[in-house]
């Protein structure tokens, strides 16, 4: 078993960054990609960013050049540094963690507005 605690998100102007972490506990040895994806109200979650464990990342074309996906693994935490936000950022942030099977965080909101 695999548990996910994310925090970092919160309400922030166009333009401004967040960071947002991800926290892994349990089975972590057998984890061998994390990621985040986002669900904005009306739309299925969709992939944002993921890492695997020997650090090689992969982006969602509407993030990239913005978003840094990066993890700390003596610290079993993933990160995710958004900058330049836009409204269309605007989802619930869920951390995914990789390994016999799926394992998802409780997520967290994340708003971009004015």
């Known amino acids: 078993q695999v548990q996910l605690v994310e925090s970092g998100g919160g309400l922030v102007q166009p333009g401004g960054s967040l960071r947002l972490s991800c926290a892994a506990s349990?089975?972590?040895?057998?984890?061998?990609?994390m990621g985040w994806y986002r669900q904005a109200p009306g739309k299925e979650r969709a992939l944002v960013a993921t890492?695997?464990?020997?650090?090689?990342?992969n982006y969602a074309d509407s993030v990239r050049g913005r978003f840094t996906i990066s993890r700390d693994n003596a610290k079993n935490t993933v990160f995710l540094k958004m900058n330049s936000l836009k409204p269309e950022d605007t989802a619930v942030y869920y951390c995914?963690?990789?390994?016999?099977?799926?394992?998802w965080g409780q997520g967290t909101q994340v708003t971009v507005s004015s």
């Open positions: 995914n963690a990789q390994a016999e099977r799926g394992y």
């Open positions: 890492i695997t464990r020997g650090g090689t990342t």
């Open positions: 349990g089975s972590i040895a057998s984890i061998y990609i």
